[in-house]
């Protein structure tokens, strides 16, 4: 599964990692999020566990904000609203 | 549903710890040698669990790093290294150290380099591929694969590659007067280790200082505060002056644009440290449980009268695969690529390919049945392990790897199984044993794994840059 980025609607873009192992899951948010505006928001699906500390910890860092985190059947599905 | 999955999940981890129990306990039944491998066995299980609980991941130490700006994988490994260091400092001072340090020269160095960005490639180090196999990630099976096929070749490799050997390796290798069943003059990894590695001088930090790595002072003070707690300290403040200071101070002292107080950087510090409870609890268990493994397998061959497990193995019946000198790879702690090695070194044996004529299979470290040969349970039961834990927290899931990570993940294997071999060892039995044990080359080997992962970063830098590129390129933003 090759990875996924679209628009799904005004301020909210998908971005899909799933199948992708590290470093790739964190790595396309970092770039994605670069590109985004502050206050759109990204909705994130994953489904390798050791991105989502990595991930956690880049936000935190950065300051953007988990709104959404769901962990279902080994699949991650966070949204992610970039601060600045 | 939840709950289904769940209790599906805890009945499985249940039946695979039953599995090793019954193992342990129908084997111990039949001969009590067993209980050698078993005490492999049951250490092998604990690191599993630890690496997946703490997604303890070498190659995403310094990946995270330089990709994405993320510590918290060197804090946990410094952590893991310093309990590790303290606790073998205590199994040195006793007398119970299986460790044997390596020659220290610049070939760790390379090596690591070579290893470093073979991790990053392959998306997990070598014990990081185990416990993602653990959590039934397909890439993290073909980086096995990889790491153990190249291995495995690699020491045999002569004919042409014999062409590559400097003259001075050979004639030295010569001159050690090896047992006529290793041709140490067919093979370039032969020469490399008998014409050059062997001739580096062994150094730990104690040594170094004056003292005996067997003394309290040489333990503790030596090999494990100028060895481990000293660099590793040193270490840390450069990552967090470099990647964690602007970022703590923004979200915790915005006001100070100047200078802060000690007290300020001395709890930022301290966040950092702490800024993942996960990665510092495993580190935590995991340096206590490497320690404590050389304890129980030193405590096991005084009980057996044995130095190495090839005396039991040939006790028990199976003399196929020990080495010229009688041995088998037993390296009395943990590690992960020798054994990887020997496995598709039996395959290949069995197949007809003659490999015991070499150093590393035939004069030190054997190719026996994998069914039992003690570092292999150690690793199989850590992908048991680290199954138990995925599965515990919902977190297993068979994938089946793309194309592209399946190419990434032989490259990358390929590249590690290249780099142990030169370095001795990998990112465990290279880098995180020899610097908890005060082994100067573990920190070369360090040095060169760093920065094997800047240039992987590098390359995956680019590579995700133009894939995202051409992605977005029908992105209306």
């Given at each position: 599964?090759?990875?996924?980025?679209?628009?799904?609607?005004?301020?909210?873009?998908?971005?899909?990692?799933?199948?992708?192992?590290?470093?790739?899951?964190?790595?396309?948010?970092?770039?994605?999020?670069?590109?985004?505006?502050?206050?759109?928001?990204?909705?994130?699906?994953?489904?390798?566990?050791?991105?989502?500390?990595?991930?956690?910890?880049?936000?935190?860092?950065?300051?953007?904000?988990?709104?959404?985190?769901?962990?279902?059947?080994?699949?991650?599905?966070?949204?992610?609203?970039?601060?600045? | 549903?939840?709950?289904?999955?769940?209790?599906?999940?805890?009945?499985?981890?249940?039946?695979?710890?039953?599995?090793?129990?019954?193992?342990?306990?129908?084997?111990?039944?039949?001969?009590?040698?067993?209980?050698?491998?078993?005490?492999?066995?049951?250490?092998?299980?604990?690191?599993?669990?630890?690496?997946?609980?703490?997604?303890?991941?070498?190659?995403?130490?310094?990946?995270?790093?330089?990709?994405?700006?993320?510590?918290?994988?060197?804090?946990?490994?410094?952590?893991?290294?310093?309990?590790?260091?303290?606790?073998?400092?205590?199994?040195?001072?006793?007398?119970?150290?299986?460790?044997?340090?390596?020659?220290?020269?610049?070939?760790?160095?390379?090596?690591?380099?070579?290893?470093?960005?073979?991790?990053?490639?392959?998306?997990?180090?070598?014990?990081?591929?185990?416990?993602?196999?653990?959590?039934?990630?397909?890439?993290?099976?073909?980086?096995?694969?990889?790491?153990?096929?190249?291995?495995?070749?690699?020491?045999?490799?002569?004919?042409?590659?014999?062409?590559?050997?400097?003259?001075?390796?050979?004639?030295?290798?010569?001159?050690?007067?090896?047992?006529?069943?290793?041709?140490?003059?067919?093979?370039?990894?032969?020469?490399?280790?008998?014409?050059?590695?062997?001739?580096?001088?062994?150094?730990?930090?104690?040594?170094?200082?004056?003292?005996?790595?067997?003394?309290?002072?040489?333990?503790?003070?030596?090999?494990?505060?100028?060895?481990?707690?000293?660099?590793?300290?040193?270490?840390?403040?450069?990552?967090y002056f470099f990647w964690y200071r602007?970022?703590?101070?923004?979200?915790?002292?915005?006001?100070?644009?100047?200078?802060?107080?000690?007290?300020?950087?001395?709890?930022?510090?301290?966040?950092?440290?702490?800024?993942?409870?996960?990665?510092?609890?495993?580190?935590?268990?995991?340096?206590?449980?490497?320690?404590?493994?050389?304890?129980?397998?030193?405590?096991?061959?005084?009980?057996?009268?044995?130095?190495?497990?090839?005396?039991?193995?040939?006790?028990?019946?199976?003399?196929?695969?020990?080495?010229?000198?009688?041995?088998?790879?037993?390296?009395?702690?943990?590690?992960?690529?020798?054994?990887?090695?020997?496995?598709?070194?039996?395959?290949?044996?069995?197949?007809?390919?003659?490999?015991?004529?070499?150093?590393?299979?035939?004069?030190?470290?054997?190719?026996?049945?994998?069914?039992?040969?003690?570092?292999?349970?150690?690793?199989?039961?850590?992908?048991?392990?680290?199954?138990?834990?995925?599965?515990?927290?919902?977190?297993?899931?068979?994938?089946?790897?793309?194309?592209?990570?399946?190419?990434?993940?032989?490259?990358?294997?390929?590249?590690?199984?290249?780099?142990?071999?030169?370095?001795?060892?990998?990112?465990?039995?290279?880098?995180?044993?020899?610097?908890?044990?005060?082994?100067t080359s573990g920190w070369l080997f360090?040095?060169?794994?760093?920065?094997?992962?800047?240039?992987?970063?590098?390359?995956?830098?680019?590579?995700?840059?133009?894939?995202?590129?051409?992605?977005?390129?029908?992105?209306?933003?």
């Amino acid at each position: 599964m090759a990875m996924k980025f679209e628009k799904k609607s005004d301020g909210v873009y998908l971005l899909d990692c799933k199948g992708y192992v590290c470093p790739h899951p964190q790595i396309y948010t970092k770039k994605a999020l670069e590109k985004l505006k502050p206050g759109d928001v990204l909705e994130l699906v994953f489904d390798n566990a050791s991105s989502s500390e990595t991930i956690t910890a880049m936000m935190d860092a950065a300051g953007h904000e988990i709104v959404e985190q769901k962990h279902e059947g080994g699949q991650y599905i966070w949204k992610i609203r970039k601060v600045a | 549903m939840e709950d289904a999955v769940n209790a599906k999940n805890r009945r499985w981890a249940l039946g695979i710890i039953g599995f090793f129990a019954l193992v342990s306990v129908a084997t111990y039944a039949y001969s009590e040698y067993y209980l050698y491998l078993s005490a492999y066995l049951w250490f092998g299980l604990i690191y599993g669990m630890c690496l997946q609980y703490g997604r303890f991941c070498f190659a995403s130490a310094f990946r995270d790093l330089f990709a994405v700006g993320v510590p918290r994988m060197v804090v946990g490994i410094m952590i893991a290294t310093v309990l590790f260091g303290l606790v073998s400092a205590f199994v040195s001072a006793t007398g119970m150290s299986t460790f044997h340090a390596a020659p220290t020269g610049v070939h760790a160095t390379i090596a690591g380099l070579i290893f470093g960005v073979g991790m990053v490639f392959a998306g997990g180090c070598a014990s990081g591929s185990l416990y993602k196999a653990g959590e039934g990630k397909g890439v993290a099976m073909i980086v096995i694969l990889s790491i153990s096929v190249t291995q495995a070749i690699f020491v045999d490799i002569g004919g042409w590659f014999n062409k590559l050997v400097p003259d001075a390796w050979r004639a030295s290798a010569i001159a050690k007067k090896l047992p006529p069943s290793v041709t140490v003059t067919d093979g370039w990894v032969d020469q490399y280790l008998a014409g050059y590695v062997w001739n580096q001088p062994i150094r730990k930090f104690s040594k170094l200082l004056g003292m005996t790595d067997t003394s309290l002072s040489g333990a503790f003070i030596g090999d494990f505060l100028v060895g481990v707690v000293i660099p590793a300290t040193i270490l840390l403040l450069i990552v967090y002056f470099f990647w964690y200071r602007k970022g703590y101070r923004k979200k915790h002292h915005p006001g100070a644009a100047g200078a802060t107080s000690l007290r300020q950087e001395a709890t930022g510090y301290w966040t950092m440290i702490m800024s993942s409870k996960r990665t510092a609890i495993a580190g935590l268990v995991l340096g206590i449980a490497c320690g404590l493994q050389m304890f129980v397998i030193e405590g096991l061959r005084i009980k057996y009268g044995v130095k190495n497990a090839g005396p039991l193995l040939s006790k028990m019946g199976f003399d196929f695969g020990l080495s010229v000198k009688g041995t088998v790879f037993d390296p009395g702690y943990w590690y992960v690529t020798t054994q990887e090695a020997q496995w598709v070194g039996w395959i290949l044996q069995k197949l007809g390919w003659d490999n015991m004529d070499n150093i590393f299979f035939g004069l030190n470290n054997g190719i026996p049945n994998p069914a039992i040969n003690p570092a292999d349970w150690m690793s199989l039961a850590l992908i048991g392990g680290a199954a138990v834990m995925a599965l515990l927290q919902n977190e297993f899931k068979w994938s089946k790897p793309t194309w592209e990570l399946a190419t990434w993940a032989i490259i990358g294997g390929a590249l590690m199984g290249i780099g142990s071999r030169l370095g001795l060892g990998c990112n465990v039995g290279a880098f995180f044993v020899r610097v908890a044990m005060g082994d100067t080359s573990g920190w070369l080997f360090g040095i060169g794994m760093i920065g094997g992962a800047y240039i992987g970063v590098k390359f995956f830098n680019w590579w995700t840059e133009r894939k995202l590129a051409k992605e977005m390129a029908s992105v209306q933003f």
